[in-house]
């Protein structure tokens, strides 16, 4: 049970602008909150300054300033609702409101009081998720418009993959516009692969699905390294055979220095 005080505020690592960097909205303008906090592990994982609860939050004064004002956690609604309308004010051309973390369905609680005078402000809002919470998504889904869903293997984590989940999360998703994305690196197995797209296919087999190359360097140092050309090939004819929308695309954002 969520207490009262528990949705009223959050612990949130950032909010700031940047263009996507991932997936089919590659490129879009977009107003990210980043939550702290997540409930897996991935070996590969490019974002461990979020895995855990911040003393403070950086939040961007001006879209693009890329400058930060530092606030105490947690936050409240109306200090997340203000600070997305300042910067949505700040530059006309923004696509969506995205939801990343770490996991923002940990505060599905929050979620669902800041979602209603977010949504106020206009614009789209973006689900970025590892797919593991099916229930609390369940709670928010009349609230957001795009999911996003990291699909992880077996391979990819530090403990066990609940397939079951991911297939009862990604049938919910797919009540919204929803893409499916899957980081791949030199550890991953033709076996989990089938099983991956298996499962999207059997919730719509005309769901996205985003290979993703693993890009950070670092990770090669345990064994999770890029994959050469041929082989995101092979894995790319793997999905085609089962889905109808495969597509490579990699950290956009990494590449070219974004946020």
């Not at 940990?106 to 593991?132: H, M, Q, S, V, Y």
């Not at 992880?152 to 993959?161: A, D």
């Not at 793997?238 to 590449?255: A, E, M, T, W």
Request: glycine residues 6%; hydrophobic residues 40%.
């Amino acid at each position: 049970m969520i207490s009262e005080s528990a949705l009223e505020t959050a612990n949130i690592f950032s909010i700031f602008t940047s263009l996507q960097g991932e997936g089919i909205y590659l490129g879009v303008p977009q107003i990210f909150i980043r939550f702290s906090g997540c409930n897996i592990r991935c070996k590969y994982c490019d974002t461990t300054e979020a895995l855990t609860p911040q003393a403070v939050v950086r939040i961007e004064p001006v879209a693009f300033s890329a400058k930060s004002n530092l606030f105490p956690n947690p936050i409240n609604v109306t200090t997340a609702v203000n600070a997305v309308r300042q910067l949505a004010q700040s530059f006309p051309g923004f696509h969506s409101i995205s939801l990343t973390g770490g996991e923002p369905l940990l505060a599905d609680g929050f979620l669902k009081r800041l979602l209603p005078p977010l949504r106020e402000i206009g614009l789209e809002i973006f689900l970025e998720t590892n797919g593991t919470l099916p229930e609390r998504l369940a709670n928010i889904i009349d609230l957001v418009d795009i999911i996003s869903m990291d699909i992880k293997v077996p391979s990819s984590l530090e403990g066990k993959f609940d397939w079951g989940k991911a297939e009862q999360f990604l049938k919910v998703a797919s009540r919204k516009k929803c893409c499916a994305k899957l980081v791949v690196c030199d550890a991953g197995t033709d076996e989990e692969f089938q099983q991956a797209g298996e499962m999207i296919a059997r919730v719509n087999p005309a769901i996205p699905l985003v290979i993703q190359p693993v890009y950070d360097t670092s990770s090669r140092q345990n064994g999770y390294g890029s994959l050469s050309l041929k082989r995101l090939l092979e894995v790319h004819r793997l999905f085609r055979k089962q889905l109808k929308d495969v597509r490579i695309i990699p950290q956009v954002h990494k590449l070219m220095g974004w946020l």
